[in-house]
């Protein structure tokens, strides 16, 4: 099946469409939704201007719209960038990295059903400590690019997703509900190479910036 | 306890989305399963079951309707079975109600007028269907929606969800599994 994936640029987005190659369907572009609201309900933001090297590097089209971000006109503007790649490229479904935002998963349920669209959501319950091993196990080198929950601080930034990090998140998760997949926005993440990649992407200059339990750091990619 | 869970998907990649989710709640819980599509069950699968777990599939996959035949072993199977979703509308179908039309997608609250595996009162639930059966014939009601939601046979313990509990209410599995 002819398949567009949503592209956060993080674990997520990436593994679901791995996980979609891996099962034999043709992966034929990217859609990257760039909002201009830093708490977008739908559309996580850090690093997001970076897909596009993501993109090249699995030689794929990227679809990138903008929006201001506000809530559900948002989602008019998911739906136009979706209704383009199918006229564009004659998709067939949709992959998404929901794992469990009910709020995500069933407004791109929606969307893809008006489009007649499949809509695959592989994630989906998935166990969240699981996830993050399978991405050690199957190659993925993942670093963290923004925090936003107490008690994640600046120190986290850049920090490569291996077997410490999923041990000191799972003692966070014990002692603070840290969701360990930082599904409820605790932390966000930037896939700097996967097994669809062709090339590793290579971090030339960061800026990090925040304060309180709250930061960000901005990559420049080579 | 065995658990046979039976996938109802057409497309295989929506097995990780409907049917890995329950393997997992069985799983966590240290509760044997064995899995099938229901083209592939034989006979001795559904000997050697305990309990049935019929699973959901996605939005647009109607597919299980028309291959209604391959289901029609549940008429004279006496263990239970419980139907999520694309179950339910199966089991439905079975006792000869009639399809309707409806969407609901996303979270919802159902009153729960009397317990149903353990839920009752005002439950949120996940729905994803476009599609329902009126009530069958012979069969309970347990929510005070319009549309039957969840549902039992009034003899024999076959149970049905039109929502899917593997994502807000996992409880409803294991209370399914265990007791």
Same mark, same amino acid.
């Given at each position: 099946?002819?398949?567009?994936?949503?592209? =956060?640029?993080?674990? $997520?987005?990436?593994?679901?469409?791995?996980?979609?190659?891996?099962?034999?369907?043709?992966?034929?572009?990217?859609?990257?939704?760039?909002?201009?609201?830093? $708490?977008?309900?739908?559309?996580?933001?850090?690093?997001?201007? !970076?897909?596009?090297?993501?993109?090249?590097?699995? =030689?794929? =089209?990227?679809?990138?719209?903008?929006?201001?971000?506000?809530?559900?006109?948002?989602?008019? $503007?998911?739906?136009?960038? +979706?209704?383009?790649?199918?006229?564009?490229?004659?998709?067939?479904?949709?992959?998404?990295?929901?794992?469990?935002?009910?709020?995500?998963? =069933?407004?791109?349920?929606?969307?893809? $059903?008006?489009?007649?669209?499949?809509?695959?959501?592989?994630?989906?319950?998935?166990?969240?400590?699981?996830?993050?091993?399978?991405? +050690?196990?199957?190659?993925?080198?993942?670093?963290?690019?923004?925090?936003?929950?107490?008690?994640?601080?600046?120190?986290?930034?850049?920090? !490569? +997703?291996?077997?410490?990090?999923?041990?000191?998140? !799972?003692?966070?998760?014990?002692?603070?509900?840290?969701?360990?997949?930082?599904?409820?926005?605790?932390?966000?993440?930037?896939?700097?190479?996967?097994?669809?990649?062709?090339?590793?992407?290579?971090?030339?200059?960061?800026? +990090?910036?925040?304060?309180?339990?709250?930061?960000?750091?901005?990559?420049?990619?080579? | 306890?065995? #658990?046979?869970?039976?996938? @109802?998907?057409?497309?295989?990649?929506?097995?990780?989305?409907?049917?890995?989710?329950?393997?997992?709640?069985?799983?966590?819980?240290?509760?044997?399963?064995? @899995?099938?599509?229901? *083209? &592939?069950?034989? *006979?001795?699968?559904?000997?050697?079951? &305990?309990?049935?777990?019929?699973?959901? @599939?996605?939005?647009?996959?109607?597919?299980? %309707?028309?291959?209604? &035949?391959?289901?029609?072993? #549940?008429?004279?199977?006496?263990?239970?079975?419980?139907?999520?979703?694309?179950?339910?509308?199966?089991?439905?179908?079975?006792?000869?109600?009639?399809? *309707?039309?409806?969407?609901?997608?996303? %979270?919802? @609250?159902?009153?729960?007028?009397?317990?149903?595996?353990?839920?009752?009162? *005002?439950?949120?639930?996940?729905?994803?269907?476009?599609?329902?059966?009126?009530?069958?014939?012979?069969?309970?009601?347990?929510?005070?929606?319009?549309?039957?939601?969840?549902?039992?046979?009034?003899?024999?313990?076959?149970?049905?969800? %039109?929502?899917?509990?593997?994502?807000?209410?996992?409880? %409803?599995?294991?209370?399914?599994?265990?007791?």
């Amino acid at each position: 099946m002819k398949l567009a994936f949503l592209l =956060s640029g993080g674990k $997520d987005s990436l593994y679901a469409a791995y996980l979609a190659k891996q099962a034999g369907h043709e992966l034929v572009c990217a859609i990257t939704i760039y909002s201009k609201n830093k $708490d977008s309900y739908m559309f996580h933001t850090p690093c997001v201007e !970076k897909t596009k090297k993501q993109a090249k590097s699995m =030689s794929l =089209s990227l679809l990138a719209c903008k929006t201001k971000g506000e809530k559900e006109k948002e989602l008019k $503007d998911l739906e136009k960038a +979706i209704k383009k790649a199918k006229q564009k490229y004659n998709i067939q479904g949709i992959v998404t990295g929901a794992i469990e935002s009910c709020y995500q998963a =069933s407004r791109i349920q929606k969307i893809c $059903d008006k489009l007649n669209l499949e809509c695959f959501n592989p994630l989906w319950q998935k166990p969240q400590l699981e996830l993050l091993n399978d991405l +050690i196990k199957n190659g993925f080198k993942v670093i963290v690019t923004s925090v936003a929950a107490y008690p994640l601080n600046p120190s986290l930034l850049g920090r !490569k +997703i291996d077997k410490k990090f999923i041990h000191e998140i !799972k003692l966070l998760q014990e002692k603070f509900k840290i969701n360990p997949a930082g599904e409820g926005g605790e932390f966000e993440t930037f896939v700097l190479n996967c097994p669809l990649f062709s090339n590793s992407l290579k971090i030339i200059d960061k800026k +990090i910036t925040g304060k309180n339990n709250s930061w960000k750091m901005e990559v420049k990619l080579k | 306890m065995k #658990i046979l869970l039976i996938k @109802t998907n057409k497309e295989s990649f929506h097995e990780l989305e409907f049917v890995r989710s329950i393997e997992n709640i069985l799983k966590n819980n240290k509760i044997k399963f064995f @899995t099938s599509h229901y *083209k &592939d069950l034989k *006979k001795q699968d559904l000997k050697n079951a &305990d309990k049935i777990i019929i699973c959901g @599939t996605s939005l647009k996959d109607n597919h299980f %309707l028309k291959n209604i &035949d391959y289901f029609k072993w #549940i008429e004279n199977y006496n263990k239970p079975i419980l139907g999520i979703c694309s179950g339910m509308q199966i089991i439905s179908k079975i006792f000869k109600a009639k399809l *309707k039309h409806r969407q609901e997608i996303g %979270l919802k @609250t159902l009153n729960f007028k009397k317990e149903f595996l353990g839920l009752k009162n *005002k439950k949120e639930v996940y729905e994803l269907h476009n599609n329902y059966f009126d009530l069958p014939k012979n069969f309970t009601k347990f929510t005070d929606s319009k549309i039957p939601q969840a549902i039992k046979h009034n003899q024999k313990p076959l149970y049905g969800t %039109l929502f899917h509990p593997e994502v807000r209410n996992k409880n %409803l599995i294991l209370e399914f599994c265990l007791f």
